[in-house]
């Protein structure tokens, strides 16, 4: 049962332009969403959260939008640069309780590429 | 501030040995977590601590796989016997309370020959 999924394995964009990864989810007791950022060989690093009380969270060129009704949640990277190429991993944890409260569950991630 | 700490980086076993795994959280951080990351997937949560409790081990094979936190502070993990699919990385995580972001280590990528 895949809670957390992310349906684009990969997404190639040029350099400057706009990076859109989604991830939906299925379990309504989630209420922070987070994303990290994976280089090869090495640990997942922690990106941008957001809480359900919240649509929209910015953090310099990253920008997470949660849409709750339809269980969607976006990271947009503007503008993209080379170095942004990693794999992206969407998460979910519930804060208030229930069996999701304190544990990470992730997707698949997706491959993003930004050619020069 | 010192990350998660894992060691080893890399380990190749034949199946049906044992293999430990070792790591050390962030200082302060009271919340503890060791995922498996299979090729091509997503980390899957084996075991989570609460200083030196189990708070979810729903996704761990206590056949074959357990899990220690002494102190509250550093951790192991131990599989035996391995099996070919326990191929994986194995990484660990901390955050000072367990609905905060986690900060991974670098990742121990066992291979089961």
């Known amino acids: 049962d895949q809670q957390v999924k992310q349906n684009s394995p990969s997404l190639s964009v040029q350099e400057g332009r706009i990076s859109i990864l989604n991830c939906d989810y299925t379990n309504s007791m989630f209420d922070y969403f987070l994303w990290y950022k994976k280089y090869p060989a090495e640990g997942p690093t922690f990106l941008i959260s957001i809480s359900s009380i919240k649509d929209k969270n910015e953090d310099g060129r990253f920008t997470v939008f949660l849409n709750k009704s339809a269980k969607h949640l976006s990271l947009h990277i503007v503008p993209s640069q080379p170095g942004d190429s990693a794999v992206y991993f969407c998460?979910?944890?519930?804060?208030?309780?229930?069996?999701?409260?304190?544990?990470?569950?992730f997707g698949q991630g997706t491959i993003l590429t930004v050619h020069p | 501030e010192a990350g998660v700490a894992q060691s080893p980086r890399y380990k190749i076993i034949e199946k049906r040995q044992s293999v430990a795994f070792w790591c050390n959280p962030i200082s302060g951080h009271a919340t503890l977590y060791w995922y498996q990351q299979i090729l091509g997937q997503g980390p899957k949560l084996l075991i989570q601590?609460?200083?030196?409790?189990?708070?979810?081990d729903s996704q761990l094979p206590k056949d074959r796989f357990s899990a220690e936190r002494l102190k509250g502070v550093d951790s192991t993990l131990k599989i035996q016997p391995a099996k070919l699919e326990d191929s994986a990385v194995y990484l660990c995580?901390?955050?000072?309370?367990?609905?905060?972001?986690?900060?991974f280590g670098q990742g121990t990528r066992l291979t089961v020959v």
């Open positions: 995580a901390s955050s000072l309370v367990s609905y905060t972001e986690a900060f």
């Open positions: 998460a979910a944890s519930g804060r208030t309780g229930g069996t999701s409260y304190g544990k990470l569950t």
């Open positions: 601590f609460q200083n030196n409790g189990v708070v979810d």
